[in-house]
């Protein structure tokens, strides 16, 4: 049985005048696995004519690899992507656009699957659209989960067309998207995982695609809640400030917000499995006589509409500066991994418009940061991108020669946390 639990982390004390209040809220899931509803599930891979050779090999191999992980009677299907969708398996003129996996059906989609041919351009939009016209057919599979794989960049359709379908898509099924190689956009793939909540991830080469894919789908497969939302309620005349996920990766659900009552907000989370996600939540209250106390907030998380777990944001206000000074750790840590992420991106895109000061300043402010948080994997690789003179300060200076891979890796991986340490 699904059981769910919340604690929460910050320091409650404001100063005279003090309004605002930071706490880390960390909700873990147990039991879910083997508790899981009807499933839906769809690869999605890239076709198009620079799929052409190795790549395309090695994708329909993966994809034959993850149709291994679906578990039988989970509903499934197979999507070819060029500038063009094309459902692959069940075969066009099959009668259902998706059927349950069973033995059968399982070796049929690995022999569709290596009939792929690379061809034709590239229209993700294309694929994101037949998928969700897939999913709508099995309204009786509650998750729904595709896997995306591209080789290039949205070249074939307008950027706007592909925020359109995205935005259209946000709600009704979660993608993972990756990246193989080094021809692609991180920003196209990454506006699609993050309306979808799913992950954006690079995979260097072709050999590596079948590991990922294996890992993506058996994640999946283990889901055992379908989706549930981070409610937050704040007393009258309270406002929420934002609510990021700040664990395993960051996440900010703010502007995803939709009202339950008059006080309270509900968040997306997607679905989950046997886990544990650390949420960042800040409000401001109406800034009360020292001695008051109030709750700021209550933070929830709520299943098919019920509330499954509760973690409490209070507020005291007090004049002693030894209470009202020190910042809470994990607040402090996840407010520099947040940070990490915005400065590694923002010196990354002033580096590819030839703003070498700009870069040199934020990706130097990312080595200090990646220090301060304890985060060993940024720091490596920020060292593929920049020589470290001084880790401690921050002195950095850009390479000249950086493969680019490196740079797509450093990218990827600038929204994947270090967990704070208890």
């Known amino acids: 049985m699904a059981e769910f639990t919340a604690e929460v982390f910050q320091n409650p004390y404001l100063g005279p005048g003090g309004t605002d209040l930071h706490a880390i809220v960390t909700i873990t899931a147990q039991g879910v696995e083997g508790t899981s509803p009807e499933a839906a599930e769809i690869i999605l891979v890239d076709t198009s004519g620079s799929m052409t050779g190795p790549a395309l090999e090695a994708a329909k191999h993966a994809a034959q690899v993850a149709v291994d992980q679906i578990a039988d009677g989970t509903w499934f299907a197979i999507v070819s992507g060029s500038h063009v969708a094309q459902r692959t398996f069940p075969y066009p003129n099959a009668r259902l656009a998706m059927v349950p996996m069973e033995p059968g059906a399982r070796a049929e989609a690995k022999r569709a699957i290596s009939g792929m041919r690379a061809q034709g351009g590239t229209a ?44 259209r898509c946000a709600g009704r099924f979660q993608c993972d998207a990756r990246g193989v190689g080094s021809h692609w956009q991180v920003d196209e793939l990454r506006e699609i995982a993050t ?74 989370t997607g679905s989950w499995a046997d886990e544990s996600r650390d949420y960042h939540v800040a409000v401001r209250l109406p800034s009360k006589p020292v001695g008051s106390e109030q709750l700021g907030a209550r933070v929830q998380l709520a299943v098919d509409g019920e509330v499954v777990v509760s973690g409490l944001v209070k507020a005291l206000w007090s004049d002693d500066d030894a209470l009202t000074a020190p910042i809470n750790d994990e607040v402090a840590h996840y407010t520099g991994q947040t940070e990490l992420a915005a400065v590694i991106q923002e010196g990354l895109a002033a580096k590819a418009a030839g703003d070498e000061a700009t870069a040199t300043t934020r990706l130097g402010r990312a080595v200090l940061l990646a220090k301060e948080t304890g985060n060993d994997e940024a720091t490596s690789r920020l060292r593929r991108v920049v020589d470290i003179e001084d880790e401690e300060l921050g002195t950095v200076r850009l390479r000249r020669e950086v493969d680019r891979l490196d740079e797509m890796a450093l990218d990827t991986g600038s929204t994947k946390t270090t967990r704070v340490r208890r």
């Open 195 to 268: 309306a979808l909540l799913g992950t954006v991830d690079l995979i260097a080469s072709p050999q590596e695609i079948a590991a990922d894919f294996e890992q993506l789908v058996r994640a999946s497969m283990a889901r055992g809640v379908a989706a549930a939302d981070l409610r937050v309620w704040t007393p009258a005349g309270g406002q929420v400030l934002f609510v990021r996920q700040v664990a395993p990766t960051l996440d900010d659900l703010t502007y995803r917000r939709t009202p339950v009552d008059p006080l309270t907000g509900a968040y997306p």
């Open 124 to 167: 993700m939009s294309t694929w994101l659209a037949l998928a969700d016209e897939l999913f709508a057919t099995v309204p009786q599979a509650t998750r729904r989960h595709a896997v995306l794989l591209t080789d290039g960049r949205n070249e074939s359709e307008p950027r706007a067309r592909l925020s359109e379908v995205v935005a």
